[in-house]
């Protein structure tokens, strides 16, 4: 599974559990704290439809940065700390 299904998952099982808006909120914080060390995850969007990629499908190599770096935003969001 790459980090795009990884996110799209994580989106999938927690956005009734929780709430969309409540999900969203977690996962701008934990990307706001990670931006400064990873820039790229600045063009990650997401809305009550899940995560947007789209800004990052324009250019291949900040795909694979994101791509490198999910794991960091997918073990913030897990462990909420």
Known sequence: ???RDSLNC???KNKYTIGAPTLIGITKRVIGRLEDKHPVLKKL???NDGFDF???EENEKELEALYENINNVIKELISLK
């Open 1 to 3: 599974m790459n980090g």
């Open 10 to 12: 994580l989106w999938e």
């Open 45 to 47: 969007k997401i809305d």
């Open 54 to 56: 789209k800004g990052l």
